[in-house]
């Protein structure tokens, strides 16, 4: 079964450093997202991506952070200042994109700031 | 606001017994909701959504308009049943997901 991954598993970067998350979603999925989990809270939204653009983001997402589908199967996030509340793990997913249909998540990125 | 609430961040109960890991949602349209679950050291895997009424691993939730609710239910908990159990929902007019902040299962033998 097809499933959504992502690397690196873990990350560690110094404050003020860009980061790269990369994800490759499931290849028949149209739409794509970034989800992020700070220790012990939600899981919570930051992007959705459809088509090449972005179609929704939430306020964690300002413009610190971008998205980006360099290629026919590589899905991004970049963060280019990090900040230590950045610290935190960081899902990918991806479905067809009708409403009220599944989203399937990737493992996660542990991103720690210093 | 759109908003889901898991009342409990842990639940114990003994194997064998009912389980109900509760989530409420604050949405004034029709939502979708999903239940995921996320084993130790896993992915979010989905376990089950309204919007197709079946049941997976004996658990099954029912959407209640009237009280806002999607309650997870299991008549008999397992050991292999332990894990974190979210509730999201997704509104119309958008395709992300709201969670709520979860409730860990432990199911003691």
């Known amino acids: 079964e097809p499933e959504v991954t992502q690397t690196p598993s873990h990350q560690v970067t110094q404050m003020g450093q860009e980061v790269i998350l990369r994800c490759v979603p499931i290849?028949?999925?149209?739409?794509f997202y970034w989800y992020r989990q700070i220790l012990g809270q939600k899981v919570e939204f930051l992007v959705s991506?459809?088509?090449?653009?972005?179609?929704?983001k939430s306020e964690i997402f300002d413009d610190q952070f971008s998205v980006e589908r360099p290629d026919g199967s590589n899905f991004t996030l970049k963060i280019r200042s990090t900040k230590l509340e950045d610290s935190a793990m960081y899902f990918c997913?991806?479905?067809?994109?009708?409403?009220?249909?599944?989203?399937?998540f990737g493992p996660g990125t542990r991103l720690l700031v210093l | 606001a759109q908003r889901v609430t898991q009342p409990e961040k842990l639940l114990s109960v003994f194997k064998g017994a009912p389980v109900e890991l509760k989530c409420n949602y604050s949405y004034s349209g029709s939502p979708e909701l999903f239940w995921y679950v996320q084993y130790s050291r896993q992915r979010l895997q989905l376990l089950l959504r309204h919007i197709s009424r079946e049941s997976i691993k004996g658990f099954t939730a029912d959407l209640n308009k009237g009280e806002t609710s999607f309650h997870l239910k299991k008549p008999f908990a397992q050991e292999e049943d332990s894990a974190m159990y979210y509730c999201a929902l997704s509104s119309s007019g958008t395709y992300k997901y709201i969670f709520g902040t979860g409730t860990r299962l432990k199911v003691l033998a």
């Open positions: 997913a991806s479905n067809q994109g009708w409403g009220g249909e599944t989203q399937y």
């Open positions: 991506f459809y088509n090449n653009e972005i179609s929704e």
């Open positions: 290849s028949n999925h149209l739409y």
